[in-house]
């Protein structure tokens, strides 16, 4: 299998794709960072592809939310389609005020159009989404994914998934008592957090732990997780598969799960 290109979206300073940008010069991983993308001008994690000649580019999220509000026309994508996308997504209940979603999800498509437009002169294989603080929505992921088992969108998540989603894992971990503590890689689906899992990795948690402390423990161990499993994938080595589980009293759960292959 030849080099990948591999595409990173950042929001702030970026050091998981530091550990990505790192391992691949160092030939850890068999690919290249191709250009690093970001919705916040401040974030250093831009600083960190120039530095390594990674061409960088910077979408600006509010300036397009305060357009759409102001009534511009053009921002939204002529092939968004409110009620498919709706159908699709489990971030929101279905009870939620409809101006409310509509508003959110049109938004979220005229960013994500003009993201696509930022990334399309670079071609890649794997979507790494490095500390990015925006939920992606359907739109922008069907546009990205080839097929439902061909995932190509990769986060990293700062907690043990299923448990504590959201944008404050290791906080929620610490608050809740728990006594360990971890990080996982998983590639992106419609929902929060919610996709098939990919690696993780795991730490004790100590009566002498702060929250301070379970965040520098746990970054030492994204470094190492997420560019091990980019690896995997520059390798050829998952297989993503659909399986059916039966339980108790006939009752069935489909889930999309990783397998690592050798």
Not at 190 to 207: N, R
Request: glycine share 10%; with cysteine; aromatic share 10%.
């Amino acid at each position: 299998m030849g080099k990948i290109r591999i595409g990173a979206l950042v929001s702030g300073g970026g050091t998981n794709l530091q550990a990505i940008i790192d391992a691949c010069e160092a030939g850890r991983i068999n690919g290249e960072v191709v250009f690093v993308g970001s919705d916040n001008p401040d974030a250093y994690g831009l600083e960190r592809g120039k530095s390594h000649n990674i061409p960088t580019f910077v979408l600006d999220y509010k300036e397009i939310a305060r357009r759409y509000d102001e009534g511009s026309e053009g921002l939204v994508p002529e092939d968004f389609n409110l009620n498919e996308i709706l159908k699709k997504q489990t971030l929101f209940s279905v009870s939620e005020e409809p101006a409310k979603l509509t508003r959110f999800f049109s938004i979220r498509a005229a960013a994500e159009g003009a993201l696509i437009r930022e990334m399309s002169p670079y071609s890649f294989d794997l979507l790494v989404l490095a500390g990015f603080m925006r939920t992606l929505s359907p739109y922008f992921i069907d546009k990205i994914n080839f097929a439902p088992l061909d995932p190509r969108i990769m986060n990293i998540h700062p907690a043990l998934l299923p448990a504590f989603p959201g944008i404050d894992g290791y906080g929620d971990t610490y608050r809740y008592g728990c006594k360990v503590g971890g990080c996982t890689v998983h590639f992106i689906d419609y929902g929060e957090d919610s996709g098939a899992i990919i690696g993780q990795k795991a730490f004790e948690i100590t009566p002498e732990d702060t929250i301070e402390t379970i965040k520098e423990k746990g970054l030492r161990l994204e470094w190492e997780l997420y560019a091990d499993c980019v690896r995997l994938f520059a390798e050829g080595k998952f297989k993503v598969v659909r399986k059916l589980y039966n339980l108790k009293g006939g009752r069935k759960l489909q889930r999309t799960v990783v397998e690592i292959v050798s």
